[in-house]
């Protein structure tokens, strides 16, 4: 099992609807949790991070975490096309809060 | 503040030859790490430094790449000789404490053809 999972997609969504984006880890010890959007040809970008169980919420974003299964996911409210892009989700490995493991990343489509 | 910079922005480079990426990470972060991104396997960590020190590069592919920081302020990675299936976008990212994730440089597009 890979260490973190996420579907490549892509999600495609119409403009104005909630785009869901899901992320799986496989290590229990994880304590935070990070999402980054990458547009294309461009680096990722930090956009939301999560510590706690429950949700988080920022703007039309919404970080939830869920520890006994082991999934963050990530909610973006009213879908813009600027929204469109690939969405990292990343955790650090047990023992160093500094050592981040990227998912291959949800590529999102928000159409007009 | 300027943001995490690496130069160059695009590299395109013969097999075989030597290739050195740049890094000057954002003044007051203690760590710096180097990413490689594929559309096979994603971002890839090949090392990392906290105060100038390498603290993991078990990352590195192979002995061809070699990475510095002699100051806070600048690291390097090098490819010496290059391969065509190095060819990737190597990133930069530093961080503080590593909390609350990195911020990511410009990246470095390299071909080896």
């Known amino acids: 099992q890979k260490e973190v999972e996420q579907n490549s997609g892509p999600l495609s969504v119409p403009e104005g609807a909630i785009a869901s984006l899901n992320c799986t880890y496989s290590d229990r010890g994880s304590q935070s949790f990070f999402w980054y959007r990458q547009y294309s040809g461009k680096s990722p970008e930090l956009i939301m991070f999560i510590y706690s169980n429950g949700d988080k919420e920022d703007g039309r974003f919404t970080a939830q975490l869920n520890k006994a299964s082991q999934y963050v996911s990530l909610l973006i409210r009213d879908s813009q096309p600027s929204d469109s892009a690939t969405y990292l989700c990343a955790v650090p490995q047990t023992g160093t809060a500094s050592k981040l493991t990227f998912g291959t990343g949800t590529r999102l489509q928000v159409t007009l | 503040d300027a943001g995490v910079i690496q130069s160059p922005r695009h590299e395109v480079t013969e097999m075989g030859q030597e290739v050195t990426l740049r890094c000057k990470p954002i003044?007051?972060?203690?760590?710096l790490f180097w990413y490689r991104q594929t559309m096979m396997r994603g971002l890839e960590l090949l090392i990392y430094?906290?105060?100038?020190?390498?603290?993991?590069d078990s990352g590195m592919p192979e002995d061809r790449f070699s990475a510095k920081m002699p100051n806070a302020s600048f690291s390097t990675l090098k490819i010496q000789p290059s391969e065509p299936r190095d060819s990737a976008v190597y990133f930069c990212?530093?961080?503080?404490?590593?909390?609350?994730?990195?911020?990511f440089g410009s990246g470095t597009r390299l071909t080896v053809v």
């Open positions: 990212a530093s961080s503080f404490a590593g909390v609350r994730g990195y911020t």
């Open positions: 003044s007051g972060h203690d760590y």
């Open positions: 430094f906290n105060n100038n020190v390498p603290i993991d």
